[in-house]
């Protein structure tokens, strides 16, 4: 198994971006997915989740409305579209199974919201 985080950076407050995950080593069109990440002295904590189809999505109420979860099936990707990114949305995000994570975790890919 082998999932691989990217597109993270330095971003000014209000910005954007996208965050992408491209997965291996399982059938990931069987799995609904989620984005997971972890703040500065913070422990890991959900940030959203989409069934095996994309059909249903679900959020954390902290970027409800900011974030947007997608994924295409095809490319085994899931994606995370970032905007209006606060100064709290700093962490690491990590890609995951949504129920039962795998205990191999990818690197995650930094996101820094700064001015």
């Known amino acids: 198994v082998q999932l691989v985080e990217s597109g993270g950076g330095l971003v000014q407050p209000g910005g954007s971006l996208r965050l992408s995950c491209a997965a291996s080593g399982f059938t990931f069109s069987n799995y609904a997915m989620s984005w997971y990440r972890q703040g500065p002295g913070k422990e890991r904590e959900l940030v959203a989740t989409i069934s095996s189809d994309g059909g249903y999505t679900n959020y954390a109420g902290s970027v409800k409305g900011r974030f947007t979860i997608s994924r295409d099936n095809a490319k085994n990707t899931v994606y995370l579209q970032m905007n209006s990114l606060k100064p709290e949305d700093t962490a690491v995000y990590y890609c995951?199974?949504?129920?039962?994570?795998?205990?191999?975790w990818g690197q995650g890919t930094q996101v820094v919201v700064s001015a």
């Open positions: 995951n199974l949504a129920r039962n994570p795998f205990t191999s």
